[in-house]
């Protein structure tokens, strides 16, 4: 293993404090270096490591006053401390081609002075036991993580973002929380390399945050996408999403089954701005192809499954059919989750989830994302960094802790929601059944090909009118009454009430919407408690 020398590290410790250490002098901190924006599997990395004589593997020893001083410092601004500010006060952006600025390269000639170069291990006096490991930190916006030994999206779940390689420096197994609303520049010339984007790092909250990029990149991986968003809730991600993607006087095409929040911000918000919609059923292609025929479409976006009925779009299909015409397509895959289902790999551009829900997956936390291409995204990020809607890092950090548990919490909806779809099928106080894992439902098959998994959500009307199903729901002991889904906590709610209550009955028709209609998530419960509970309450109606 390589280390560094006595002399070589007593270089760093002295000579690169943080600005912020009430214990640094002021020669110290005009030598201090903000966050690092390298990889250390990047090409810029190891060129840059090359010019010290390091390794892209090298693990960096100190003696052990220095690591006391830098988890010091980690306690004080987990954001500007490690060994990427150490060692990268003359690094730049590796992809902007430029030289560095000339007041880093005196830096860069006395480290690579200081640091001989590594083809021998140069053990220092300390022993073996009091030294730590201090490993450089990733870049602020990787957007790439792969891995040959990790192909599970459990495993991805618990480690993409984190296990090889985080933003921010610390040998911490969970993520820090950066609780900040801005970052600061040492000095004015480090502001315009940073604004002529000769290097990179964070500004303000709005903009990024350390924690909230360690989420980003989790799901990125999770969905196979080179880039995410993260917004402060699944509307919010839609809204910007539509707002960006359509220009004014745009068309786009949606389906007849959706969250009622998302139509109405299309039928009321977006025709201010010139923006039509044709509404489409989801299975049917020919009224899709007419409208690609008949209208310049900008955007088909959709859910899959939708709610609340769980209906199936063929996704493969519609991107065929979207891009032959120059349209884009979206799926919002919140029923389905990154486990069940991958749009992106199915041909859909983009792909939005309410990380509220299945994502979050404990019922404690607002989000919202949004997957696809860098060049997508990013023109996505630039109206949400004028709106605003910027996730909070603790929000950020229990959803990254929710995702350590989603592929186990989602094998439990989806094996209870499967087992009691089946039940209720066969119960005779139960009219109608939706839910894609069942032969009735009208996409079955098209579920079967593109979903590995049918989801923890299912639909189901009563024998009865609206009095009979508030019967049965208020009979329930387990779920909560509530209008949400995706958490360890079973609810159910009656759409009619829940999210339709201001229109007539007959107004509700028109969108489907019984009033015997009950929509059930399924935790992660007890599948039998769970059939009980459901079995005793259909019993007392």
């Not at 021998?120 to 073996?128: D, K, N």
């Not at 025929?293 to 493969?316: A, G, M, Q, W, Y």
């Amino acid at each position: 293993m390589a280390v560094l020398s006595p002399t070589s590290a007593k270089f760093f410790s002295s000579s690169f404090k943080s600005g912020t250490d009430p214990y640094s002098s002021s020669s110290d901190k005009s030598n201090r270096r903000r966050f690092s924006s390298l990889s250390p599997h990047s090409p810029s990395f190891n060129s840059a490591a090359a010019g010290f004589g390091l390794s892209s593997s090298m693990i960096l020893r100190f003696p052990p006053n220095f690591v006391r001083q830098l988890s010091i410092k980690a306690r004080r601004n987990c954001s500007n401390i490690g060994v990427a500010q150490i060692v990268a006060a003359t690094w730049t952006d590796g992809n902007s081609g430029l030289a560095a600025p000339a007041a880093s390269s005196s830096a860069a000639n006395a480290a690579s002075t200081a640091v001989p170069a590594a083809t021998e291990p140069v053990t220092t006096s300390a022993p073996a036991d009091d030294v730590a490991p201090i490993r450089v930190a990733g870049n602020v916006h990787s957007n790439k993580y792969s891995s040959s030994f990790m192909s599970s999206d459990g495993s991805i779940s618990i480690h993409a973002g984190e296990r090889l390689g985080r933003g921010i420096v610390t040998d911490a197994i969970t993520t820090p929380v950066v609780n900040t609303s801005a970052y600061f520049f040492k000095k004015t010339a480090d502001l315009i390399d940073f604004k002529e984007k000769r290097s990179t790092s964070f500004e303000y909250g709005r903009y990024g945050n350390p924690t909230t990029v360690v989420l980003e990149e989790k799901i990125s991986a999770l969905e196979g996408a080179e880039s995410t968003l993260i917004l402060a809730s699944g509307m919010c991600a839609s809204t910007v999403l539509l707002m960006a993607l359509v220009p004014a006087g745009g068309h786009l095409v949606t389906t007849t089954d959706c969250y009622r929040k998302t139509r109405i911000f299309i039928e009321t918000i977006l025709p201010k701005m010139g923006i039509t919609a044709t509404v489409i059923d989801p299975a049917d292609m020919g009224a899709l192809e007419s409208a690609l025929n008949e209208h310049k479409v900008s955007l088909f976006f959709t859910e899959s499954p939708t709610n609340p009925f769980l209906r199936c779009v063929d996704i493969e299909l519609v991107s065929k059919l979207c891009h032959s015409k120059g349209a884009l397509v979206c799926i919002d895959g919140t029923f389905a989750t990154p486990i069940n289902q991958k749009a992106l790999a199915l041909g859909a551009d983009l792909i939005v989830h309410s990380a509220t829900k299945f994502i979050g997956g404990h019922n404690d936390v607002l989000a919202g994302c949004i997957s696809g291409s860098e060049k997508l995204v990013t023109e996505i990020r630039v109206l949400h960094h004028i709106l605003g809607g910027t996730l909070n890092p603790n929000a950020a950090y229990l959803i990254i802790r929710g995702m350590k548990t989603l592929h186990l919490r989602v094998q439990q909806q989806n094996s209870t929601a499967m087992r009691m779809a089946e039940i209720l099928e066969a119960h005779p106080k139960v009219t109608h059944v939706y839910y894609p894992g069942l032969p009735s439902h009208p996409e079955h098959e098209i579920a079967k090909r593109q979903m590995t998994g049918f989801g923890g959500v299912v639909s189901f009307e009563v024998d009865g009118d609206l009095h009979t199903t508030i019967k049965f729901i208020d009979a329930l002991k387990i779920p909560y009454i509530a209008p949400s889904f995706g958490g360890c906590e079973s609810i159910v709610d009656q759409p009619a009430i829940m999210s339709y209550w201001d229109l007539s009955q007959s107004e509700r028709l028109k969108y489907g919407i019984k009033d015997n209609l009950v929509r059930f998530s399924f935790g992660v419960e007890d599948f039998e408690d769970l059939k009980t509970d459901i079995l005793q309450a259909l019993a007392g109606i």
